[in-house]
């Protein structure tokens, strides 16, 4: 995958830092509505099953989210304290945190954005073409909600995958290849969007495995591969234009590609 060394972001204006604790107060209080959103939706799964649980519904429904939370605030961490390092950006959330205007931080992402959206939504739609039986919801009112896949999926998704995984991957391999000089070469920006693809992929099998009922071959081929290839679009566009223009693909990706699973 070629990846301008540019990096990464290219952008003609000083780049912006606002205080860590801002940014990181920010991106949490951004990625937050997701968890609760995902929560929500699994309200009446556990609900069906609230004689199998350990604790009372009400403190597993806590815990859950307590838990997401956490992990998006360690997520969210990890990327204000590494992504500067690297190369790696906010800019539009950044711009608005230091008071500039955001537009022209946010006009550089949304058409790389609302491509990767498009070509994102036509993967879905190809993928629910080629779904094995096993992940086909036999009731179609248990799937997702869009609000959960918006919320969730577009935005809290993308601060804990390319915020914090691939930002530590990259800060790590060039810690180590680098010795931390320079920015990051083409190679372990590659590295890096591809590694973190492929864990991106990795978290939805429990997902799929509640929906089979079991992880076969043909259900873990078809995860992995769907949802890697999507990572790598994601990776892309968040390595080259910033982390925004990952959040507006995905999020289009899952509202265009919803009328039509």
Do not use: C
Request: glycine share 10%; proline share 7%.
């Amino acid at each position: 995958m070629a990846v301008d060394n540019a990096v990464l972001v290219e952008s003609a204006e000083a780049p912006v830092q606002p205080a860590r604790w801002r940014l990181a107060g920010a991106l949490w209080l951004l990625g937050l509505p997701g968890v609760v959103a995902v929560v929500w939706a699994l309200l009446p799964t556990l609900k069906a099953n609230e004689a199998l649980l350990p604790l009372p519904l009400g403190a597993v429904v806590l815990l859950s989210g307590l838990q997401t939370a956490v992990l998006l605030a360690l997520a969210v961490a990890l990327g204000v304290w590494l992504a500067p390092r690297v190369g790696l950006r906010v800019p539009a959330v950044s711009s608005w945190l230091v008071g500039q205007p955001i537009g022209p931080a946010l006009r550089a992402q949304v058409v790389p954005g609302v491509w990767g959206g498009v070509a994102g939504a036509a993967w879905l739609w190809a993928l629910a073409q080629a779904a094995p039986t096993a992940l086909q919801p036999s009731d179609p009112a248990s799937a997702m909600p869009l609000v959960a896949k918006l919320l969730y999926g577009g935005v809290t998704e993308e601060l804990l995958v390319r915020w914090g995984v691939m930002t530590l991957v990259l800060w790590l391999g060039w810690r180590v290849l680098q010795r931390g000089r320079g920015q990051p070469g083409k190679g372990l920006v590659a590295v890096a969007v591809l590694l973190s693809a492929l864990l991106f992929a990795l978290g939805h099998l429990p997902a799929a495995q509640a929906l089979a009922g079991a992880l076969t071959a043909p259900v873990v081929v078809f995860v992995l591969v769907g949802n890697t290839a999507f990572g790598l679009v994601a990776g892309w566009l968040y390595a080259r234009h910033g982390l925004e223009a990952a959040i507006i693909a995905h999020v289009l990706a899952h509202l265009l590609s919803y009328p039509l699973l």
